[in-house]
Nanobody
Framework: QVHLVESGGGWVQPGGSLRLSCAQS????????ISWLRQAPGKEREFVAA????????YFADSMKGRSTIWRDDAKETVHLQVHSLKPEDTAVYYC????????????????????WGYGTLVTVSS
């Protein structure tokens, strides 16, 4: 069992930046690909970004390309997602999720294929 805890959400003005973090604990002797997904009020959950278990592959939704970075700090068993130029439409609950040895886009981009989930952190972008 792997436990995931998100942090870093909050309120930010349009054009601002946030760093979201996903801390892992529990059975971390395996490698885990980590995905970020989000769900806005009244909308379906959607893929945001992901990083493979070895850190060698990263993926971003089109809406995130060019303004987001994702990286692993394996010493701290944490994955960070930095997002710049935030827009009101980025307002959502952001979830991190893990896939055992996940590395490909198909492994990491689809909710049904992910093994473990955090409880989410709310990001609100407004003036």
């Amino acid at each position: 069992q792997v436990h995931l805890v998100e942090s870093g959400g909050g309120w930010v003005q349009p054009g601002g930046s946030l760093r979201l973090s996903c801390a892992q604990s529990g059975r971390t002797s395996y490698g885990y690909g980590i995905s970020w997904l989000r769900q806005a009020p009244g909308k379906e959950r959607e893929f945001v970004a992901a990083i493979g278990w070895s850190g060698g592959s990263t993926y971003f939704a089109d809406s995130m390309k060019g303004r987001s970075t994702i990286w692993r700090d394996d010493a701290k068993e944490t994955v960070h997602l930095q997002v710049h130029s935030l827009k009101p439409e980025d307002t959502a609950v952001y979830y991190c999720a893990a896939k055992t040895y996940g590395s490909s886009y198909s492994d990491l981009a689809y909710s049904d294929g992910l093994d473990y989930w955090g409880y989410g952190t709310l990001v609100t972008v407004s003036s």
